[in-house]
């Protein structure tokens, strides 16, 4: 895919251009899924638009985040070829649920819809889910096809963010409460929040040790204050919900997840609503790209990490195009598995 923009008042020889590879993952004899396709608002109409499919229009939802306000996640996905991949006699089964991000089954009964299909070319799957009792969190939205067998065929997922503050959330129980904990609990959960703090937070932290339990206890619970006076404690709640999603996902044997690259990218910016995964090869690390279409205020921004080590898979941040991240233009010399091995840009604070 190219890009190329220009100023109409001079000459394209100035112009700006952008390349990319783009892989179209697409088997005409298999039974394939579209990427699930997030909508804001639908309705029947007689005049085609770029928004116009199966005579209705289909409005984006142009965000992964879902607030208060918003009660309910409609989606579409198109199903191909099931023709194809099955015998004709056969039905094919789908089933679209909502799960925790950091799990695979449903969250709960009432986010599963399942329906048994004729194979046909292609087949389109409209669905709405009242997401006005689920708590905050983050979520993903899975529609999984098994075939006659119960045999999963094929499956898709998209990440979404839920706030509800309104609502409990009685899965998210760390052991103890914001404060009344013993001091090299409440020292730990310090260390948690560095990701997020300030320079002038970073800098209490780093000195935590000096201070005295009562001064440690004041500063935690005045963190969350200034960033939730309604709910402080729902917000560490949260957060500390991504503290568990970055251990289960990025420790490795000698650091914890949210102490990893991968784990601090995703404590700050939560997570990424992509991720292209590249297995090692003769020419390059093992790397992953993790792209955010919003990161705090930027827009459209990328995380480059990748990993000389096979035998830990720890993942360093190499590139950003994030705000007072890692910046390294040539990032793509680092990956060269045959190239300087050491690591050539800063290390962050």
């Known amino acids: 895919m190219r890009l190329r923009i220009y100023d109409r008042n001079q000459t394209e020889e100035n112009a700006l251009s ?42 984006p939802y142009f965000s992964n985040y879902y607030p208060e306000t918003v009660n309910e996640l409609i989606f579409m996905n198109e199903v191909y070829h099931t023709d194809s991949g099955m015998t004709a006699s056969e039905q094919f089964t789908y089933m679209c649920y909502i799960s925790s991000y950091n ?44 075939d006659a067998n119960d045999s999963l065929y094929v499956m898709k997922k998209v990440f979404f963010q839920r706030s509800n503050p309104s609502v409990p959330d009685k899965t998210i129980t760390p052991a103890v409460e914001m404060t009344n904990v013993s001091q090299d609990t409440l020292l730990l959960y310090l260390d ?53 999603i970055t251990n289960n996902s990025y420790s490795t044997l000698k650091i914890k997840g949210y102490k990893t690259d991968r784990g601090q990218i995703f404590l700050r910016y939560g997570a990424p609503n992509e991720i292209e995964k590249f297995p090692f090869t003769p020419e390059y690390y093992p790397y992953e790209i993790w ?59």
Do not use: C
Request: aromatic share 18%; glycine share 2%.
């Open 192 to 244: 948690y929040i560095y990701a997020i703090a300030d320079a002038n937070e970073k800098e209490f932290i780093r000195n935590a040790k000096s201070y005295t339990y009562k001064e440690l206890d004041q500063f935690f619970s005045q963190f969350w204050y200034k960033r939730n006076r309604e709910n402080p404690l729902l917000s560490w709640y949260e957060y500390y919900n991504n503290v568990v």
């Open 291 to 349: 792209y955010y279409y919003q990161a705090l205020d930027q827009n459209n921004v990328m995380f480059i990490f990748y990993s000389r080590d096979l035998v830990t898979g720890f993942y360093e941040l190499i590139h950003s195009t994030a705000r007072n991240e890692v910046y390294n233009p040539a990032w793509k010399l680092i990956l060269k598995a045959k190239g300087p091995k050491q690591r050539e840009v800063d290390a962050k604070e």
């Open 18 to 59: 952008f390349e990319t590879p783009l892989w179209i993952d697409f088997n005409r004899n298999n039974v394939n899924l579209s990427d699930i396709q997030l909508i804001g608002t639908l309705s029947k109409t007689n005049e085609v638009s770029r928004f116009t499919k199966y005579n209705i229009d289909y409005i």
């Open 103 to 146: 799990e695979d089954k449903p969250y709960s009964e009432k986010y599963i819809r399942k329906k048994s299909i004729d194979v046909n070319p292609l087949h389109v799957i409209l669905h709405s889910f009242n997401i006005d009792s689920l708590p905050s969190g983050n979520y993903n939205l899975n529609i999984v096809i098994f």
